[in-house]
């Protein structure tokens, strides 16, 4: 029996989880009474070790879901940028904070600094990874594919 105080995280990891639970991938915050009991998550993490079980294709396509149902970046706004920008939005989170670069990665952003928002390695990652889901979205959309 595994015990959770109001306020952990959690993440689903496996797929046994997501007959148990919902999606793989998703993140669980535990917001009722002191304790919480999941019996269902063998592999649970707690807070700060949550993101490294999630996979990378999962965190991707729920920051992409993120951007369409909080941000509005959907289909129709998309498509006033071509998948060039998008890729090119990409190429400046994918590459931020790189020390190898002898060039500033924000040079690559396309639209304006208020836009501008780099976090972590890892979410730069998946917002990159996000916005390169967009542009494949946009190619197929234009029957580029």
């Known amino acids: 029996m595994n015990k959770f ?15 148990n639970i919902g999606k793989v991938g998703a993140v669980i915050e535990v917001t009722d009474g002191d304790y919480y009991t999941l019996d269902c998550l063998p592999n649970y993490a707690y ?5 490294d079980y999630a996979r990378g294709a999962d965190l991707i396509r729920e ?3 993120r951007q369409i149902e909080q941000e509005g970046y959907n289909d129709m706004h998309d498509r006033h940028h071509t ?3 998008l890729a090119e939005a990409a190429t400046a989170y994918a590459l ?3 020390p ?3 060039i500033d990665a924000h040079m690559f952003w396309p639209w304006s600094d208020e836009f501008w928002k780099p976090k972590d390695k890892l979410r730069n990652l998946v917002r990159a990874g996000a916005l390169i889901a967009a542009a ?4 197929q959309k234009e029957g580029e594919v």
């Open 83 to 85: 998948p060039e920008v």
């Open 47 to 51: 807070k700060e070790n949550c993101v």
């Open 136 to 139: 494949i979205d946009r190619l």
């Open 5 to 19: 105080k109001k306020g952990d995280m959690l993440v689903i990891t496996t797929a046994t989880e997501k007959e």
């Open 100 to 102: 190898r670069l002898r």
């Open 63 to 65: 920051e992409r879901r």
């Open 96 to 98: 931020h904070g790189n």
